[in-house]
Structure formats: C-alpha cells, structure tokens
C-alpha cells in the first residue's frame, strides 16, 4: 500500500528557513517521480517542485526558483523540499505526491499526473 506522510511544517517569520519532509512506504522512490504542491485559502493548488523518477533532476515553478530546494534519500524513502527565504505568499498547505509514471519535465506541474498524494503540512509564514 502507497502511503506518503508530510511533516515538518509550522510557524516562521518572514526570512526564514524550514525543511518538509515526505515519508514515503509501499513503493521505491527511486521508481517514481515525486513532487510538491501547495494549496493556500482561497487558491487553486499549485505545484512547487518535483523530481523525475530515477536520477531525474529537478524543476521548480517560478515562484520557488532559486530560494526553495527539492531533493530525495532513496534509501530512507523520503522526499524533501528546503525553503529559504521565505514570505507571507507562501503560506500554504504543502502536500507530496508520487506517480509511478515516467512523467516528462513539461508534466511534473500537472497534478492529475499523480496518483498518490500526503495528507499535507501547514506552513505559515508571518511577522
């Protein structure tokens, strides 16, 4: 059975760093492509970063480029996204996602292109 699990969230300020985390069981990381979404009040959920299975390299949205980092340790199953830098807009619910499929770069933003999904992390960012 395919489970992810989110944690790591919580409150921070403005500038600040935090480190989510994705525990994932049931299925090799290594085979999969992995991603983070987000979903804030009012707002359609977005994508945030996601990896190619095998050694795929990452690709982020704009608005996490350069301050947020995606990263996997196949061997404790576990997905990653380091945020720095962070602002009140990225307040959100930050959920992972999983897709056995060899998604292409162009499709790791779709969410319908994941078939599993974490129950998410609340992030807050404010002074």
């Known amino acids: 059975q395919v489970q992810l699990e989110e944690s790591g969230g919580g409150s921070v300020q403005p500038g600040s760093s935090l480190t989510l985390s994705c525990a994932a069981s049931g299925f090799s990381t290594f085979y999969y492509g992995l991603a983070w979404f987000r979903e804030a009040p009012g707002k359609d959920r977005e994508f945030v970063a996601g990896?190619?299975?095998?050694?795929?390299?990452?690709s982020y949205a704009a608005s996490s480029k350069g301050r947020f980092a995606i990263t996997r340790d196949n061997a404790k199953s576990t997905l990653y996204l380091q945020m720095n830098s962070l602002k009140p807009e990225d307040t959100a619910v930050y959920y992972c996602?999983?897709?056995?499929?060899?998604?292409?770069?162009?499709?790791?933003?779709?969410?319908?292109?994941?078939?599993?999904w974490g129950q998410g992390t609340q992030v807050t960012v404010s002074s």
């Open positions: 996602a999983a897709s056995p499929r060899g998604l292409i770069t162009s499709s790791l933003a779709r969410g319908q292109e994941y078939e599993y």
């Open positions: 990896l190619k299975r095998n050694m795929g390299t990452p």
